[in-house]
């Protein structure tokens, strides 16, 4: 019988949310995988030591499509090491400024190989990535036209507009050599639609900052005999009046919505439910999808123990909410009306949603609310974290029966997971 599976998982990774999504077509023996890490600003969350995801086993040998939403020195590290250890098919990433990389390598304290490894990337992230083996790099500024067509409608694999003329010239500037720089956009990976967002500084305002800062004959040292000590005390007062002019300013993060596609209720029966795990155990069919060699779920759990109401789900009903909309470290008193317009088209789509930034009273808006006050089930995942505000907890708790939090910690992740069966199969 044909059918695809696919599952969405939420872990705590190091205190932050690791998020891993996979869809697999069990009659063409085929698997998408997808990774979305973002790291949340400020605070203290509850972790253990630090882990390696890599050496744990739970990331596929391919990977199709991997996402960093936003630049720290850690995940910076982690993106380092998934790229060096495993195939990396297509790799989206915000596009900063050189003064921007330049704030991440003063935070840097280790000057071993691994800190050099992350030096160099942020030098020239491009350079990096392609000569890791990355087959597509996506460098984001700014956001291309919103999609106005139901995902299956549109008609390109990948959709990235080429930023204005005016953009390119300002980072070939900035640079001294011109950057591949794209406005975001979304692709289909097989049965898989991508579709991304970013939000945060403007370029414009970058550049103006450091024209003007070294525009004062006092911010440039005179050479001494010690030429090094010069730089790094130049490169120094350049972080901290960067600091101090745009340390409160909303980070430049990368939302995404992803769902399968083709799941219509007149020609599929499908369903979609979720679960929880202990942290460390993971899926406990992960292991045997691996040894099968598919690295992917096939939510055996589910299917074993309630077939008949999987068969019975959701009949005669409209299209159905199979979508996961993450919003990173997004400031929604800042961005949720342009957010919304992005998104509109798929909103009817969403069943779970990333809250950002670990809930802090900070970046919530509880606006983001209303589409989703509707009949469906809604899940919003939410890492357990010291910045994580009761007042955001109460609203997504309280503002309809049908929300469902889901925190997750160092103890417990969840997953969401479900299957697309053609009704012409179960004649």
Known sequence: MRGRYFRYLFENLDGNLFHTGSIYDKERQK?????????????????DEETNVLEQGDIPETIDVLVVASYTVKYIERLIDIVGRREVKAVVLPYLAPIQRLVLVGEMKDGSGRGKESARFLQDPYVFLKEAGVENVFFLFGNGKAIHREPEELDSRFHFEKAD?????????????????????????YEFFFYFGIYGLDLKVLSEFTREYFSHPENIDKLSENASEDYA????RLIQSYLRKFGNSPETTITMFAMPLHTSIRANDSFMTQKEFESGAGCSKWGDCQRDGRCCCMIKCTYGRDHDNLQRHKRGMGEPRFGILMLGNVNLNRYLSEIMRRYSKVIPRIRGIGVPNCGSGKEWNHQMLRPFIVKDRIYWICLKHDITSAGVVSDIVLSAASNRLLPVDAARGCCLSGYIIPKEDED
Do not use: D
């Open 233 to 236: 005390s130049q490169m120094k």
């Open 31 to 47: 698997a998408v995988n997808y990774i979305y890490m973002v790291e949340s600003c400020g605070g203290k969350a509850e972790q």
């Open 165 to 189: 003329p005016t953009t390119l010239q300002l980072i070939r500037e900035m640079e001294g050599y011109e950057v591949p720089v794209v406005r975001a956009g979304y692709m289909k990976k």
